[in-house]
């Protein structure tokens, strides 16, 4: 099932530039040991990577000991779904690639909310 969409599909790539996942194969993919289950495929924006960094996870300062680029507004990234739903929450969630966002995801969100975000 981890390579099923949330529309029941096969999953697709989220994004090779920036390079993403948790196993850096650029697709939303989560297995042993992504204990933040980077799940949910998003595009970025200015509000949410503010928003992240005031939870104190800075997602746009590069980290070259992490192979980590940063990440600017309009980049899609694989985000821990429990990130996404808090930042929905808080009425700043980026808008999601519903065909890269893993089914995974669906044990924490509402589908219609996923898809009110939809690209």
Excluded at 10 to 34: E, I, M, N, Q, Y
Aim: aromatic residues 8%; neutral net charge.
């Amino acid at each position: 099932m981890a390579n099923l969409n949330v529309l029941g599909g096969k999953l697709v790539p989220c994004s090779l530039h920036p390079l993403t996942g948790f196993f850096r194969d650029g697709c939303c993919r989560t297995g042993a040991g992504d204990q933040g289950l980077h799940c949910v495929c998003a595009e970025v924006t200015a509000e949410f990577l503010a928003f992240s960094k005031s939870r104190g996870n800075d997602l746009s300062t590069p980290r070259p000991e992490f192979a980590f680029p940063g990440l600017k507004p309009g980049d899609s990234w694989c985000l821990c779904v429990s990130r996404w739903k808090e930042a929905f929450d808080h009425g700043c969630a980026p808008k999601v690639h519903l065909e890269a966002t893993s089914v995974v995801a669906l044990e924490f969100v509402e589908l219609n909310d996923l898809k009110k975000h939809a690209l």
